[in-house]
């Protein structure tokens, strides 16, 4: 199908959908200029899908292609609801099955780690039921529900998931969240199934960032390591302290790359919105300590090279923060203050 976006250019820059084409119509048709589309070419073979910010400006674009003879639909929701679509991946390990669930639009990376008949999830971005019932699915119990930190990015729904599952919720020991947690300390082992998973401590992108490392084969790295990139440090801090950050950044990468080079990485995000290709995102430790070894040198370097590389500040993320750290949804449109893609990668 071909994606039509008809956003203003400044909504479009913030984030699109990869693979749409734009064009600038937004204020014409809402102002009811017959013209708004002309001069628009598109492919008369196949479908097209509009698309604004909330799927309501795109509905009239839609009506006016139907006109013209294309067989032309509106996306309902618009980047709203992209925002929220998601989609899975698989990977069979000896003990246990990941499955990558991810928000495609944000790129954010949760998985149900399923053992026998008992799961973990982590890092969980989309509403509880998606979870419980990918989980119930594949017969899967949730037993323990993980968060890698407290994210800046989207609003964890790791509490509200633990609590509808009526699993334990494990966050690292921090004092920054003000409800009710079971902490992990670095080394701590949790069973589930035939499994096990260990938290490694690895601050930096923020204090209390971990890692969880299952039976030897995978790593859950969440903002710390990303297959092509490592997490910023400097959401939420001073320059003075996003460069203690970035330091502290740089021994926790040397630690996690010790571990064995055929271990898997499962990043807690994607740099590109992740296609519904059912492959996963993942790669071997020694492929993504091979592409990140010049940054990793001496801590010198490390520094110099991720604090000339800071990307843009994410919208919204002090209230994002604010509220994982309160442990609630806001009232009313959670996507509005999600939108846009992720900023959280150094790459
Ligand atoms: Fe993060």
């Known amino acids: 199908m071909t994606v039509l976006d008809i956003r203003a250019p400044e909504e479009r820059a913030q984030w699109f959908i990869p693979g749409s084409i734009h064009v600038n119509a937004y204020n014409a048709l809402k102002s009811g200029d017959a013209q708004a589309l002309k001069g628009v070419d598109l492919p008369t073979d196949q479908p097209v899908v509009t698309i604004c910010n909330a799927g309501n400006v795109s509905q009239v674009a839609a009506e006016r292609l139907h006109k013209r003879g294309l067989n032309a639909f509106s996306l309902r929701g618009g980047m709203k609801a992209w925002s929220l679509a998601w989609n899975t991946a698989e990977t069979k390990l000896q003990k246990a099955n990941v499955l990558q669930v ?85 080394g701590e082992t949790v069973p589930f199934g035939r499994s096990r998973i260990t938290a490694l401590s690895s601050p930096g992108h923020t204090m ?20 092509s990139g490592v997490g910023r440090p400097d959401l939420d801090a001073s320059p003075d302290e996003a460069r203690e950050r970035a330091r502290v950044l740089y021994h926790s990468l040397r630690r996690l790359l010790e571990l064995p080079a055929d271990t898997l990485v499962f990043p807690g995000h994607a740099s590109e919105p992740p296609a519904f290709d059912r492959k996963p995102i993942a790669e071997r430790l020694g492929q993504v300590s091979a592409r990140i070894a010049a940054w990793l040198r001496s801590e010198g370097d490390f520094l110099a090279t991720i604090l000339d590389r800071i990307p843009p500040t994410p919208p919204n993320y002090l209230r994002i923060v604010e509220l994982n750290e309160a442990g609630t949804m806001p009232e009313g449109d959670a996507s509005e203050l999600e939108a846009g893609a992720n900023h959280c990668a150094v790459s």
């Open 102 to 186: 991810r928000r495609t639009g944000k790129g954010c990376l949760s998985y149900i780690v399923g053992s026998a008949s008992e799961a973990v999830v982590i890092d969980a971005s989309l509403k509880p039921d998606v979870y419980l019932r990918l989980a119930a699915d594949r017969g899967w119990t949730i037993r323990y529900v993980l968060d890698t930190h407290v994210h800046a990015d989207h609003l964890s729904r790791s509490r509200a998931l633990a609590d509808a599952a009526g699993a334990t919720l494990l966050l690292p020991n921090q004092k920054r969240v003000a409800f009710p947690f079971t902490p992990v300390a670095d």
């Open 208 to 227: 209390e960032s971990t890692s969880y490392y299952l039976d030897g084969q995978a790593l859950f790295t969440g903002d710390t390591l990303f297959i």
